[in-house]
């Protein structure tokens, strides 16, 4: 079986986010990315699912983070790392088009990515791909089980409710959570892998234009709600108002 | 001007509260109102009742994602409509993706709002976890996937006779659905519980759950938390309160360490009294809080505990 996964470079949110000059876009200077970390489980899946002879290639549109993101994955057990070049990571539609063109003709049985990202405004990248690609699709995946061409997953609803599916391969899934919490790469193996392995490239072409235009983006009001309390004598006095002691 | 389309979402043979919910946005927007059924729900079209028409879309009466994404085109296609709104939610994901590519129209996610003249629409939507408000436009047919609390279920839930009628997609069946499964009952139901203490990402650690279990015993609560500490198998998943998880109406719900992205607050904005304790002041879970200390959890916490003991 081929398993491709798709990662991608988002702001680590345990930062502090600022608006930009433009008005339209966060300040990246000094900002901490990551993988996003539901892709994290898409790739600890992967690894999960795949038996001896089975291939795991993690794939990622060039840019910030393509290299760190690709090795680290290979130092996890990926088989491979392809990076993108002449693509565009700016939205889903750019993020999709990519994609698309690198595994058509790939022959991969199952492409997995995170369900979302912090950023994706034009749409979820897992059922927009398969779109483009006419393959099928499940977003929201908690489980996944492959056998005779036939993946069986299961979808979560809301309230703790699940659906099970069968899904015909190939087919793109949009993974919520891995059986297990993803697993963690020593930086000295991520070096080593860096220092062994040649990444392999291939050359994307085409954006995608995703027709929504951002116009404007500001930090909500906070606290709008809130009343603030400053000390913990306040908090203990309105839990007793509350009844609660 | 051209209408706006609801694809109404359903479980277990009910509407949805996010069909009522774009029920009542769409009627704030104004205009023509058509609502999108599959399977049997066509039979409850009479709770439908601020649309003005329902289209019938076939399929099963179980979800299925390909079948309800072609038949909403068939929809769309029958009906020409200038917005149409669909959930933000596990299976709307399924349903506003496809939908926007096969034709070829833009789509803006995780919507709070969406005003309209008819022809050029702006949409303002939850990104980064919450953390930021960003307005988008487009123009012509589009979607938006409307985030749960962006309308009045109540508002939305208003019986009447819209006219019926039917489309059909195509017949798929590269997805197919086996069952349902419903949630463990774990050791606690939560969604029963009067008071919660429900921790996230801001605990640090597996073992720093413990004060906050210390503090539960004092007070009598019971402990849920944030997905991130059920992704890291440090609590249950009957212990997860959000869009994936429970949805819970406590009395009162104590919010240690959570930042609130809105699939967290989903679960719990319908609870008595909020009270959130976080270091970031800027932490969007004050917005739904009544009371926020912007202060250390931990020493919060231990002194609660030694004053209340």
Redesign the interface.
Known sequence: MKIAVLLKWV?D?VE??E?DDDGIG?DTDDLKFKLNEFDD?ALEEALQIANDGDEVVAIAIDGDGTEKMLYTAIAKGASSGIRLTGGSNSNTANLAAGFATALDGGNYDLILTG??S???????L???L???MGL?????V?SLNVSGGVA?V???????????????LP?VL?I??AR??PRYAPVSKIRQVQQSTDLAEKSVSGSST?????????????????????D?ED??E??KG?G?? | MAGIMVICEHLAGEFSDITFEMLDVANKIGGDITAVTFGSMKEKSGELGIANNVIDAGGDTEYNPESYASGAKAAVESNSPSIILVASTSMGYDIGNPLAVNLGIPLASYCTGVSSDGTNHEFTSSLYGGKMSVTSTAAGPAIALMLAGAGDADAGRVSGSPSLSQVSGESLDRVRFKQLIEPDAGDVDITQSEIIIAIGRGIGGKDDIEIAEELAEVIDADIACSRPLVDAGWLPKSRQVGKSGMKVKPKLYIALGISGAPEHIEGMKDSTTIIAINSDENAPIFDVAHYGMAEDLFDVVEELIDELE
């Open positions: 702001p949110l502090e986010l608006v966060i489980h369900v979302q912090v950023d994706d405004l034009d749409g979820q897992g059922p927009i398969a779109a483009n099928p699709c499940v977003s929201v908690s069986t299961t979808k979560e609803y809301s309230g703790g409710i699940v659906a099970e599916f069968e899904v015909d087919a949009g919520q959570a297990e919490t995703s027709g929504t235009i951002i116009t404007a983006m500001s930090e909500p009001e906070t606290g709008g709600g809130a009343k603030m309390l400053d913990v908090l203990i309105i839990l509350l609660v002691s």
